[in-house]
Nanobody, 121 residues
Framework: VQLQASGGGLVQAGGSLRLSCAASGRTFSLVMGWFRQAPGKEREFVAAITWSASSTYADSVKGRFTISRDNAKNTMYLQMISLKPEDTAVYYC?????????????????WGQGTQVTVSS
């Protein structure tokens, strides 16, 4: 499985962005999700979604970020609204066969390259 993330950019606080993660290969049995890493900080879990659209979010993004998945296009999305400067980070998409309830605490098997999100104040 190969993952290709896109959609990052520079946005003002309060703005919105949509990230995409295009997958090649079989993702039917995989949970897909997003992690992010800010400069000088550890990587953190953002959100994850199953093939059947069950999802989970980090508390820091609940109510502002929405994860979705278009199985026909083999693509995952992260719609981000009400962005804050503290959302600034490199965002990575990932996939793994781990159950969604532990996805955020594991190191997924498959990773895409990062896409930079910068939120200015």
């Amino acid at each position: 499985v190969q993952l290709q993330a896109s959609g990052g950019g520079l946005v003002q606080a309060g703005g919105s962005l949509r990230l995409s993660c295009a997958a090649s290969g079989r993702t039917f049995s995989l949970v897909m999700g997003w992690f992010r890493q800010a400069p000088g900080k550890e990587r953190e879990f953002v959100a994850a979604i199953t093939w059947s659209a069950s999802s989970t979010y980090a508390d820091s993004v609940k109510g502002r970020f929405t994860i979705s998945r278009d199985n026909a296009k083999n693509t995952m999305y992260l719609q981000m609204i009400s962005l804050k400067p503290e959302d600034t980070a490199v965002y990575y998409c990932a996939a793994d066969a781990a159950p969604i309830k532990v996805f955020g605490t594991t190191t997924p098997q498959y990773w895409g390259q990062g896409t930079q999100v910068t939120v200015s104040s």
